[in-house]
């Protein structure tokens, strides 16, 4: 997964191909102190500043019209303080990276999305999360953070340094200032034992409570115009490790997972007849399989397919009612949906704009073949979602604004007037931030 500035048009392009900006220019800072320069010209030539890692938001949370910054030079861990259990890194290291590294050194984070290609500072500033019933999103895991401000001052923030900075920036959607670097929570790496295998959706429905309270980490992916669903529960386990054989690896991963049901997809967006076919074979595909290895072997996993996603959290006690309702949505529409459904959980945490904050949440991600017209699917599913009180990602597509989302974050006005003080001439604005912060 890659974001592109073409250097012949200057056209900036998100990994999905659903947005594209026109940046007047292009700034790759080798140190802070250049970042932090960038600002200031900026300010002067009266440009708006955005920064953007590998472009993997679906919204246009990263676009401008203005400077463009890529942190693609500012990478690599600064410190491991195996004491205070912290480790801190700079806010372009992609998180593929920054796993390998921090499992090189016999540690790992307590729980991580399900893709590893973002930097860690695009990833936490938009909320990206995994699922777990006790341990929460990437961001709920940060510690301290530095951040540039509009003036292109240098905060430190933390529980005890700038306090209300750092309750509102660990998920700032690059409203605040321009993310630096982050100190993350981590512990003596450890084992995981996946169990994967299919289940009827009425089962899992049915029995959500308990495999959300007996797993650490429970998700499913549900495939619509199907009964059927496939399941994953995560768990800390004592050993040995047995990692997943490279042959089963390459068969399921890649070649399923990837390659034939890139193919599939295809077919089905140009036949939409054969996509509730499709999505038969689809569910059936993967057998059931369980291995041990290190925490990011098992949480993340190769996407290859590309698509267009729209995720919204619900309360999570409202997941089942909410799913049943998108399913008979789907049903009773002319819609062919392609691609699963898939549901994660978070516990709450405290921060100001999580998806999470201040309630225990369910995820439900829908997702569209690239190519393939959503807006009808899109539109209808976000429809149930926002009646549940939901709360979308705001990394993925959706049509909320400030009106709505201030009636379900709590502690919305307090972000918006931190945002006022930090950044009063709105110089890290653009209009996704005026749709979903005001102006």
Known sequence: MSTTVSGKSGTWRNWAGNVTARP???????????LRAAVLRAAEDGLRVKAVGTGHSFTAAAATDGVLISPRLLTGIRAIDRAAGTVTVEAGTPLRRLNVALAREGLSLANMGDIMEQTVSGATSTGTHGTGRDSASIAAQITGLELVTADGSLLTCSERENPEVFAAARIGIGALGVVTALTFAVEPVFLLTAREEPMPLDRVLAEFDQLWAENEHFEFYWFPHTGNTNTKRN????????????????????????????????????????VPSIARISSRALSA????????????????????????????????????????????????????VEVRTAPADDIALSTASGRDSAYIAIHMFRGTPYQAYFTAAERILTAHQGRPHWGKVHTRDAEYLAGVYPRFAEFTALRDRLDPDRRFGNDYLRRVLGA
Do not use: C, H
């Not at 007047?24 to 250049?34: F, G, I, L, N, Y």
């Open 289 to 340: 399989r369980t291995y041990t290895d290190i925490p990011y072997k098992v949480f993340t996993s190769p996407r290859r397919v590309r698509f267009v996603e729209m995720e919204y959290a619900v309360p999570r006690e409202a997941l089942v009612d909410t799913l049943r309702e998108i399913k008979a949505m789907i049903d009773r529409s002319p819609l062919r949906v392609s691609f699963p």
């Open 24 to 34: 007047v220019r292009e700034v790759t800072p080798a140190s802070v102190d250049e």
């Open 235 to 274: 768990n800390r386990s004592a050993g040995p490790a047995r990692p997943v054989g490279r042959l089963n690896g390459w068969l399921q991963d890649e070649f399923l997972s990837n390659g034939v049901f890139q193919a599939v997809n295809w077919v089905g967006r140009a036949a939409p007849a054969t």
